[in-house]
């Protein structure tokens, strides 16, 4: 078992989900979040006064999939995530890593059942 965290645009997390339902991936959490990568910041214009915005809004999802859902799971991320033919910065990241249970809260089930 392994859980995927991708941090993407939130403009991608239409696309990103209707990728993951083609590849029967229907269970994921999602949150708001903000951070800065290689974008690091932007300086805008408020009320006529320069203002640098440092930390840029991003939703991130967090999804539980058995062993065999991990690459199909990568690229319909990929597939909805991605901004154009080659990406952007700022498109996001995808982090795998191991899961070691999963406990169904209504069942008691574990593993691979309860995901």
Do not use: H, W
């Not at 991130?60 to 690459?71: G, K, M, P, S, T």
């Not at 995530?81 to 809260?105: M, N, S, Y």
Request: charged share 30%.
């Amino acid at each position: 078992m392994k859980l995927i965290v991708a941090i993407i645009q939130p403009t991608k997390l239409e696309a990103v989900k209707e990728s993951l339902t083609e590849v029967e991936v229907v269970r994921l959490t999602v949150m708001d979040c903000q951070g800065f990568g290689r974008q690091k910041g932007q300086t805008e214009i408020y009320r006529g006064t320069e203002v640098t915005i440092n930390l840029r809004r991003k939703v991130q999802l967090q999804i539980a999939v058995n062993e065999e859902f991990v690459e199909p799971t990568i690229d319909a991320i990929l597939k909805g995530g991605r901004t154009g033919e080659k990406g952007e910065i700022g498109d996001g990241k995808i982090f795998v890593l191991p899961l070691d249970d999963c406990i169904r809260i209504r069942t008691g089930e574990r593993g691979n059942e309860a995901i």
